[in-house]
């Protein structure tokens, strides 16, 4: 290893031991979507994906995204599923497109997931009961945020280089969960 990927990996791990240290928990299932390198394994939409299957089994979605480079501050609604509320300088690229392109499913934008979760939570009311037992969420790139617990993690990799170089970041792909 490397003095940089040394130095890369005690921050990371520090940065693992804070979050799980305050890891606080809502009221609803939490799915993760996130992956081990950097970028271009298809988090967003295979988050879209998932959204959509869970409307057909009679949940109603709701994606947590950090929302990267978008500027809105604190949680805030990209959509509540009727189209964009924001636009692309504040909500990010990201978070637009799944504004767009998911009727039905609320865009909640917020670096902390826990609290854009309650955001959620406390905005949103179940077409069918009025209540928010049927929230499911959906954190699209949430597997560096260790502060929120997960129910369940779904791990995607780059099928033609799974496994990158074996290098820590800055050297090697690895790494995501401290730069986003």
Not at 27 to 56: C, E
Request: charge should be positive; charged fraction near 20%.
């Amino acid at each position: 290893m490397t003095p940089l990927e040394l130095l890369y990996y005690a921050g990371y791990s520090i940065h693992k031991w804070h979050g799980t240290t305050i890891r606080k928990i809502l009221p609803n299932k939490v799915i993760s979507i996130g992956n081990m390198t950097l970028g271009g394994t298809g988090k967003t939409p295979a988050a879209m994906a998932l959204a959509r299957k869970a409307v057909t089994m009679g949940f109603q979605p709701c994606i947590l995204t950090r929302g990267y480079k978008g500027k809105a501050e604190g949680p805030c609604f990209v959509s509540r599923g009727d189209g964009p509320m924001i636009d692309v300088y504040q909500a990010g690229d990201e978070a637009m497109l799944m504004a767009e392109t998911l009727p039905g499913v609320p865009i909640v934008k917020g670096k902390n997931r826990y609290k854009a979760g309650i955001f959620a939570i406390t905005n949103l009311r179940s077409p069918v009961s009025g209540l928010q037992s049927q929230i499911l969420f959906i954190l699209d790139d949430g597997f560096q945020h260790w502060a929120l617990h997960r129910d369940k993690d779904i791990l995607l990799i780059d099928g033609t280089n799974p496994f990158g170089n074996r290098k820590l970041f800055p050297i090697g792909p690895y790494g995501n969960h401290l730069l986003q």
